[in-house]
């Protein structure tokens, strides 16, 4: 299929992608920032986006602060236009290096090599594993628009299917990681490698600052899951807690019935995925 009819431009900078998509939209175009035209290709080939003008981020890829990753304190900042690809081959560190590993669940290696970070968090698929990453590790999406620059803390980020804080004239410039975790991990079930996740689930187990259970494809957005960090922190790490977390995760959800999969589905992959990835959190911290 091919996509409506659609006018093209070029961003040369930051401003310049804000400054148009203000004129296109004063001059009554319904135009859209494009990236690595990974999810939003697709949907306007099947015409479930129409956008009349496209500002392609493209030529921003130049900009090291777009493409590259900051260490400051203890936070990461990853810039917006960096790939899943670029991440999933960085040497991040033990504290952030689940990133890097959770990039393997995001489709094939062509849609890894051109998809962005910021162009996941701002599509909002309930089961990206970005969007699951941004509460895992408390992300602030930092963004750039016509009143100036705006930081969204993931808790307030993602509103219900494909329904972000960020607004239309807004250019998201970096996603900032501020909860560093040795022990996390992302797993998922999808029924073919690349295909996008039914249930996936991310966990970190931190003693201090308290656990994270954190669950896609179980409501419109990925969601916290509080009955079960409450456990995690409750309780000595090992395979009795991990269950009884993932048994407590499937029971406080009321995940969609859906062709995809029912239910009662839904809520065995949640059980199974969370003790799943506390396992595997528990094993990477080490003796940490
Ligand atoms: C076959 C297939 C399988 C896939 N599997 C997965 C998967 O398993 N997991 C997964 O997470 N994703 C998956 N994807 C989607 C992929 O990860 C996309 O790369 C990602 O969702 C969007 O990133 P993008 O850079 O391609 O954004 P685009 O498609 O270019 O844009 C997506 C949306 O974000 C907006 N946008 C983009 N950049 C910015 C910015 N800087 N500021 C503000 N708005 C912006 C656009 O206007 C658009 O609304 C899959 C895609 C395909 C085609």
Not at 220 to 233: I, M, Q
């Amino acid at each position: 299929m091919k996509p409506a009819a659609f006018r093209y431009h070029r961003a040369h900078d930051v401003t310049d992608a804000v400054g148009l998509l203000g004129e296109l939209a004063a001059a009554g175009e319904d135009p859209k920032l494009i990236a690595g035209g990974q999810s939003l290709m697709p949907m306007m080939n099947f015409r479930l986006a129409r956008p009349t003008a496209l500002v392609d981020l493209g030529p921003l890829r130049r900009d090291p602060a777009l493409n590259s990753f900051r260490r400051t304190g203890s936070s990461l900042t990853i810039g917006a236009l960096v790939t899943h690809r670029a991440v999933e081959l960085a040497e991040l560190g033990p504290d952030f290096d689940v990133l890097s590993r959770a990039m393997r669940w995001v489709g094939h290696l062509p849609i890894r090599s051109r998809g962005t970070v910021a162009g996941s968090v701002v599509h909002g698929d309930a089961t990206a594993e970005w969007c699951l990453l941004a509460l895992l590790l408390d992300a602030v999406v930092v963004a750039e628009g016509p009143r100036g620059p705006r930081e969204i803390p993931a808790a307030e980020m993602f509103h219900g299917f494909y329904t972000t804080a960020v607004e239309p004239d807004e250019v998201v410039t970096a996603v900032r990681f501020t909860r560093p975790s040795p022990r996390a991990a992302l797993t998922e079930f999808a029924r073919r490698h690349g295909d996008f996740a039914i249930v996936d689930a991310a966990v970190s187990i931190d003693a201090e600052r308290g656990g994270r259970v954190v669950l896609g494809g179980v409501a419109p957005a990925p969601v916290r899951v509080p009955e079960a960090e409450a456990l995690l922190d409750g309780g000595v790490p090992g395979p009795e807690l991990f269950a009884a977390c993932g048994a407590a995760a499937a029971a406080a959800i009321d995940p969609p019935d859906d062709a995809a999969g029912s239910a009662a589905y839904r809520r065995r992959l949640a059980r199974t995925l969370v003790t799943q990835a506390l396992h595997e959190a528990w094993e990477k911290g080490g003796t940490r």
